[in-house]
């Protein structure tokens, strides 16, 4: 069974930081992808990040790009999400998702079915930034 964990979530003011986890157990198969998504109160759920776990190959969106970055422990199963610069609206819960057999990659990050594509999903992390 594949079980995602998610941690590192807060309060923190605008210009802070916060570094977000996501622990995976139960993936099988060496060649998968982590991806980070966030929904706002009242707003639909949008990307933010992926990383693939055969060549750590990264995306990001616009709208944090610069701001954020991802890695990943391949020996520790987790991927990390470091967040700076934050602002009032990256305020969230944020939620770390895998697929497996693919990398992270425009065509499966970009696509509209990205939520049910990345079948795998942790409990999510809220993550608020205050101004």
């Known amino acids: 069974e594949v079980q995602l964990v998610e941690s590192g979530g807060g309060l923190v003011q605008a210009g802070g930081s916060l570094r977000l986890s996501c622990a995976a157990s139960?993936?099988?198969?060496?060649?998968?992808?982590i991806g980070w998504f966030r929904q706002a109160p009242g707003k639909e759920r949008e990307r933010v990040s992926c990383?693939?776990?055969?060549?750590?190959?990264?995306l990001f969106a616009d709208s944090v790009k610069g701001r954020f970055t991802i890695s990943n422990d391949n020996a520790k199963n987790t991927v990390y999400l470091q967040m700076n610069s934050l602002k009032p609206e990256d305020t969230a819960v944020y939620y770390c998702a895998a697929v497996v057999g693919y990398r992270c990659a425009a065509t499966v990050f970009g696509w509209s079915g990205v939520y049910v594509r990345f079948g795998y999903w942790g409990q999510g992390t809220q993550v608020t930034v205050s101004s």
């Open positions: 139960g993936l099988t198969s060496d060649d998968y992808a």
């Open positions: 990383i693939s776990s055969s060549d750590s190959s990264t």
